[in-house]
């Protein structure tokens, strides 16, 4: 038997046997099976009166309380003071925006429209106020610290023993083959080289269906395995591969289908997406801090955007560094022990994952119901509903994911987590769940339902506008409502981008983003670029919403993970409907109402320039010209960790190959 895998047959045997077990079994460890069976959805109705019924005998929906009950460092008692300070900022400035718009809103139209003007405002406001005080306590946190959340410094020199097992499994179907595995390569020579690498096990768990990406995944499987091999023969990371047969429930189902199998066998498992690319010191980190704090039941990372060339994927580079850590920081500040869980790059308390987090369908039809698509913050909230924490902690470091490469490829992606988000909502009343999950259940359905609430905000004000007396020459009626309007969502939009560069400055790093000019002036280009791209989302995600909302099929398709340009054609196809209806409403506007185009331009411009901006950002050369410039750089720019320098050059020398081959 193998001290490894107590299960695994002798060498002289297991082949043969394996081979006639299952066509898989070559591939992959015996199997240990050990049970996950799901616990079926008690319903939003049913779940608002069990809550009523609960009040009303002074007790609490029942919750299972299976983790260690070791008493915590006392994070509940700074959670809520924190959550209380958060929610107080929060409705000060929705407050008082709220008092300025209503004492500017155009006496114009109908009550009951004026009314659903304010309404909407009111709730826009405080959507808009919760990330920027998220980011202010992120900036808090940058420039001061805090000793309530989990930090990688809390285990440094502590050693990892030797029967801590961890799995790392990689879900893919229909990937790119080079991006897989060139970071896959690096993640596992650099987890070897710090020496526990026989502690961990990779399977990449495949769900692909194309015959050609089958067979490039095999071969690829069986080069990274000859590449782990020691001079014993022994590799010195294990790696296995196996192809699901019967594909359900996409990747939820696929990691479901793992732990089944051979979840016994490990203590803890790391989640990577197909794009992921993690250093061994944060995989041993991770371990550690789940040995060190029995009560987490996932702890997940802060990754880092990087990879792809393109304007598009550096200024979101950009963006994520300077001002997306602040509220990364801001999250972890006010959520602490009930955090978010991203789905990758985190790990997971297998056997707690096993009893409590499994996902039963939801009833009904339409696209609401079935399979859970976004499921990483309902097992999030499942994994704090059985007592155990969930922590984001954001200095384990060595944590890489690549964005998408352009805006279609973005569109592609949030066109699948809309429809998983606002699913979600169906759960916000489910027995058992805290406070925190539900609130973030419905902040994840409200990021995509902000769109639509944007677009019959401005649509209800014009119209208002419309209704109103006329003016004297030279007077816009948008002079006293959208003022007071555009003042207070600019400084709560863009303040916390200026407080991003602030903290980079304070804290001296401006060198590693190429010095304080370079700075400052990749920071106007982001800004530009995101204001040309974010009527275009609201427009993308409003129409998403409806979609979703109406029942119709989603296509689950990943975006693309290798740039390749976004051809005219495909540009004007997409974006061609949002341009003509643009240009249509701008001619109508300049021939009927020419007061009122000046400022209406902010949106309507970028939405009649869609398919030009979708091109431009996202084509290489011009990306590559700012990154020769000195434009977007990014720290790891600047100095390359060590994994992600092995995983560029293990995609140069795939692709390198597969051009040789295809020429031959």
Known sequence: MDARHPARLSATTRPSLREQRHPNSVTAPPLLRGSMPPRPWQGFWSGLGSAALGCLARQLPPRVHAAPQNVGPGWEHAARRRRL????????ITLLAATLFTTLQPAAGPGWLQLAHAVLFVVLTTWVATGFVTALMGAWVLLRGDPHSLSASQVRGQPLADDVRTAIVMPICNEDVTTVFAGLRATCESLAGTGHGRQFDVFVLSDSREPGIIAAERQAWEDLRAAMASETGEPSVQVYYRLRRRRSHRKAGNVADFCRRWGRLYRYMVVLDADSVMSGK???TLAKLMEAHPRAGIIQTATQSIGHPTLHARTQQFAARVTGRLFTLGMQFWQLGESHYWGHNAIIRVE????????????????????????????????????????????????????????????????????????????????????????????????????????????IGLALLLMGPGQPAGASPLAGASVGLWLVTLTLLFL????????????????????????????????????????????????????????????????????AGVPWHAAASRMGPIQLAAVVFMGTLALTHPDLLPWLLPVTLPLALAAF??????????????????????????????????????????????GLMQAG
Request: proline share 5%; aromatic share 8%; with cysteine.
């Open 85 to 92: 300070t958060f929610l107080t900022l929060t409705l000060t």
């Open 282 to 284: 944060s995989l041993v």
């Open 352 to 459: 707690p994952f096993m009893r409590h987090c499994a996902l039963a369908p939801l009833s009904g039809r339409g696209g609401l119901s079935g399979g859970i698509l976004s499921h990483d913050f309902v097992e999030a909230a499942l994994m704090r509903r059985a007592g155990y924490e969930v922590w984001l902690v954001a200095d384990v470091g060595g944590s890489f994911e690549q964005q998408p490469p352009d805006l279609l490829s973005e569109l592609q992606r949030d066109r699948r987590w809309c429809q998983g988000n606002l699913q979600n909502a169906r759960l916000i009343a489910e027995p058992g769940l805290h406070g925190m999950h539900r609130a973030m259940l419905a902040v994840g359905a409200m990021s995509y339902l902000s769109a639509p609430l944007w677009l019959g905000f401005m649509t």
């Open 496 to 563: 916390p981008r200026v407080l991003g560069v602030c903290a980079v400055l304070i804290k001296g790093q401006q060198r590693s983003f190429g010095g304080a000019w370079r700075l400052l002036g990749s920071a106007l280009l982001e800004s530009a670029v995101a204001l040309l791209q974010a009527p275009v989302r609201m427009v993308a995600h409003s129409v998403f919403v409806w979609v979703a909302l109406t029942g119709m099929k989603i296509e689950w398709k990943s975006p693309p993970r290798e740039s």
């Open 613 to 658: 901006t979708t091109v431009v950002t996202g084509h290489d050369g011009l990306g590559r010209w700012a990154r020769a410039q000195g434009w977007l750089l990014v720290p790891e720019e600047s100095w390359s960790p060590a994994v992600l320098r092995k995983a560029w050059r293990h995609a140069s020398v795939l692709l390198a190959h597969r």
